[in-house]
Antibody, heavy 120, light 107 residues
Framework: QVQLVQSGAEVKKPGASVKVSCKAS????????MHWVRQAPGQGLEWMGI????????SYAQKFQGRVTMTRDTSTSTVYMELSSLRSEDTAVYYC?????????????WGQGTMVTVSS | DIQMTQSPSSLSASVGDRVTITCQAS??????LNWYQQKPGKAPKLLIY???NLETGVPSRFSGSGSGTDFTFTISSLQPEDIATYYC?????????FGQGTRLEIK
């Protein structure tokens, strides 16, 4: 079945980096963009950026420019989101979610989420 | 960035009630709007896409309408399993942006 499976929870110290993976299965990897969305505890949803698995092009929210890097590995149908210079405000659940390249632009499948805790 | 303003932020209703949530965009987004349901500890789930299209497998008591800047999400007859937080989301322009959410509770 179609699914996105994310890596496990992480605990990091301020200033460190974290790399979260999202492995896709059950569909053609390059037919869907992959987005990253985060949610701080008790807060709403915040869009972080997008990667095109076909060519690897990316676009990031201005808020994260310079701190976030999204990459992909087509051989394993996996996308990665790395966030550097972590601070306490980055404590959140990070989700990957796919959007059809040619068609409706809706997040129709989401990963299960990865909790990232930033604490000294 | 396009700002999405949802109201109300929270809502208490009884089983069987008709429930309406509104979402206003800071500029014209045509029908480029989706609605999601999120239950505690779970990822969001797509309910409505392109403002008014029901996602496959979603019960018909859920509906959406609107275009331009003003949108409405309706549950025609509230069920206990509908307790969740609901978000609108625009995709007219990057960055995609979400409303702040509406927390729905049972009265």
């Amino acid at each position: 079945q179609v699914q996105l499976v994310q890596s496990g929870a992480e605990v990091k110290k301020p200033g460190a980096s974290v790399k979260v993976s999202c492995k896709a299965s059950g569909y053609t990897f390059t037919s869907y963009y992959m987005h990253w969305v985060r949610q701080a505890p008790g807060q709403g949803l915040e869009w972080m950026g997008i990667i095109n698995p076909s060519g690897g092009s990316t676009s990031y929210a201005q808020k994260f420019q310079g701190r976030v890097t999204m990459t992909r590995d087509t051989s394993t149908s996996t996308v990665y989101m790395e966030l550097s210079s972590l601070r306490s405000e980055d404590t959140a659940v990070y989700y990957c979610a796919r959007v059809l390249v040619a068609g409706r632009a809706a997040f129709d499948i989401w990963g299960q989420g990865t909790m990232v805790t930033v604490s000294s | 960035d396009i700002q999405m303003t949802q109201s109300p932020s929270s809502l208490s209703a009884s089983v069987g009630d008709r429930v309406t949530i509104t979402c206003q965009a800071s500029q014209d987004i045509s029908n480029y709007l989706n609605w999601y349901q999120q239950k505690p500890g779970k990822a969001p789930k797509l309910l409505i896409y392109d403002a008014s299209n029901l996602e496959t497998g979603v019960p018909s008591r859920f509906s959406g309408s609107g275009s331009g800047t003003d949108f409405t999400f309706t549950i025609s007859s509230l069920q206990p399993e509908d307790i969740a937080t609901y978000y609108c989301q625009q995709y007219d322009n990057l960055p995609f942006t979400f409303g702040q959410g509406t927390r729905l509770e049972i009265k």
